[in-house]
């Protein structure tokens, strides 16, 4: 599948709706599409009826000879799928404004996706912003690293995972024939900037020209890199960290005060819950933590010894009494109260003393 941009391909479709195109023959005086585009072949495409029009990427097919909407670029329905009612339109090869590289009035470009060239020789200047990933060979009558030009070539060192730019002066290598012995490197200077290495050494240079690899025994001098990468052992007489000065190892302090980093003992396991215990935080699991507590993992209802008494009546209200029953308590007004215990309200025993005195006369 392949992007293609032809000359005079006109067709005529009598397609309806919003679906793929069925393309009827070329227009007098134009080729086809079959003529110019293989099988799954894209291209962008113009579809008009003189009033409405549709601009987009088409997907061609040439088994029945179609063209699909893969994607509408701009179009009289808003820049989306027109809906065709019945009729005969023209649909042509063109290339929308919105995909062409234009010069502005300094004869500069710009492009916002990605630059593929090949050959040896594309562009006379290229002014680049972002990354450059460069899967070739880089060949340059000349460089330049932050406005320095850089002209001096190592013959025979191969420098790999270079991430940051070295302002040099001068680069002096001391070669000796044997290209397995050491080699002395006198001086990287000018490296004042951020992101720039100087490095001097006053100790060897190994070279190892099979695997393109050089080791030093002795640096000296100054490391000023925005990113670096050691495997090794890094020693110095002064380390500073953005400015400032690294002056002894730094430690952590350990306990359960403000600001103190937390210490587990070794018995912390998943799902445990932590205690403090002096300085450090131990773990406790669920039945530990109800004995710390002297709590019960799960409560037995009833009216026994130890038991939870629990409500089983669905009617307690408010100013009730309590009566035991065999599973637990249910709820008693006042007169169930007076009718449980056989007694008689005061009122009712009053009203009694009055009628016992009127029939005694």
Same mark, same amino acid.
């Given at each position: 599948?392949?992007?293609?941009? =032809?000359?005079?391909?006109?067709?005529?479709? @009598?397609?309806?709706?919003?679906?793929?195109?069925?393309?009827? +023959?070329?227009?007098?005086?134009?080729?086809?599409?079959?003529?110019?585009?293989?099988?799954?072949?894209?291209?962008?495409?113009?579809?008009?009826?003189? @009033?409405?029009?549709?601009?987009?990427?088409?997907?061609?097919?040439?088994?029945?000879? @179609?063209? #699909?909407?893969? &994607?509408?670029?701009?179009?009289?329905? =808003?820049?989306?799928?027109?809906?065709?009612?019945?009729?005969?339109?023209?649909?042509?090869?063109?290339?929308?404004?919105?995909?062409?590289?234009?010069?502005?009035?300094?004869?500069?470009?710009?492009?916002?996706?990605?630059?593929?060239?090949?050959?040896?020789?594309?562009?006379?200047?290229?002014?680049?912003?972002?990354?450059?990933?460069?899967? +070739?060979?880089?060949?340059?009558? #000349?460089?330049?690293?932050?406005?320095?030009?850089?002209?001096?070539?190592? #013959?025979?060192? @191969? %420098?790999?995972?270079?991430?940051?730019?070295?302002?040099?002066?001068?680069?002096?290598?001391?070669?000796?024939?044997?290209?397995?012995?050491?080699?002395?490197?006198?001086?990287?200077?000018?490296?004042?900037?951020?992101?720039? %290495?100087?490095?001097?050494?006053?100790?060897?240079?190994?070279?190892?020209?099979?695997?393109?690899? !050089?080791?030093?025994?002795?640096?000296? +001098?100054?490391?000023?890199? %925005?990113?670096?990468?050691?495997?090794?052992?890094?020693?110095?007489?002064?380390?500073?960290?953005?400015?400032?000065?690294?002056?002894?190892?730094?430690?952590?302090? &350990?306990?359960?005060?403000?600001?103190?980093?937390?210490?587990?003992?070794?018995? !912390?396991?998943?799902?445990?819950?932590?205690?403090?215990?002096?300085?450090?935080?131990?773990?406790?699991?669920?039945?530990? %933590?109800?004995?710390?507590?002297?709590?019960?993992?799960?409560?037995?209802? +009833?009216?026994?010894?130890?038991?939870?008494?629990?409500?089983?009546?669905?009617? !307690?209200?408010?100013?009730?009494?309590?009566?035991?029953?065999?599973?637990?308590?249910?709820?008693?007004?006042?007169?169930?109260?007076?009718?449980?215990?056989?007694?008689?309200?005061?009122?009712?025993? #009053?009203?009694?003393?009055?009628?016992?005195?009127?029939?005694?006369?």
């Amino acid at each position: 599948m392949a992007l293609v941009l =032809s000359d005079r391909v006109k067709e005529t479709t @009598t397609t309806t709706g919003t679906g793929t195109y069925s393309l009827g +023959g070329a227009v007098a005086g134009f080729e086809t599409f079959t003529t110019n585009l293989s099988n799954s072949d894209t291209t962008y495409y113009c579809c008009t009826d003189g @009033t409405d029009f549709e601009v987009g990427l088409g997907t061609f097919t040439s088994s029945g000879t @179609t063209l #699909a909407r893969t &994607t509408v670029i701009s179009s009289s329905n =808003s820049n989306n799928a027109v809906s065709w009612s019945s009729g005969t339109r023209t649909l042509f090869c063109t290339l929308p404004a919105t995909k062409t590289i234009v010069l502005d009035a300094s004869g500069n470009a710009s492009v916002g996706g990605t630059v593929t060239a090949t050959g040896t020789s594309v562009f006379t200047n290229l002014d680049i912003s972002g990354d450059v990933d460069i899967d +070739g060979t880089l060949e340059a009558d #000349a460089v330049t690293v932050n406005g320095t030009a850089l002209n001096t070539v190592i #013959a025979g060192v @191969t %420098v790999t995972n270079a991430t940051n730019a070295v302002n040099s002066t001068h680069v002096s290598v001391a070669d000796n024939e044997n290209a397995n012995e050491e080699n002395l490197i006198t001086f990287i200077e000018d490296a004042s900037a951020t992101g720039n %290495v100087g490095l001097e050494s006053d100790g060897d240079f190994s070279y190892n020209p099979s695997t393109g690899t !050089v080791s030093a025994t002795i640096f000296k +001098g100054n490391i000023d890199a %925005v990113d670096g990468d050691f495997d090794g052992t890094l020693e110095a007489d002064a380390i500073t960290l953005n400015g400032t000065a690294i002056t002894a190892t730094a430690t952590l302090s &350990t306990g359960i005060s403000n600001t103190n980093v937390a210490q587990f003992t070794t018995g !912390v396991a998943d799902d445990d819950f932590l205690r403090v215990a002096g300085t450090v935080i131990e773990g406790r699991s669920a039945a530990e %933590v109800l004995s710390d507590i002297g709590g019960q993992a799960s409560l037995t209802f +009833g009216i026994s010894n130890t038991n939870a008494v629990k409500v089983d009546s669905a009617s !307690v209200a408010d100013d009730e009494y309590a009566r035991f029953t065999a599973n637990g308590l249910e709820s008693r007004s006042t007169s169930e109260v007076l009718s449980d215990i056989g007694g008689t309200s005061a009122s009712d025993a #009053a009203n009694e003393a009055t009628a016992l005195a009127i029939a005694l006369g």
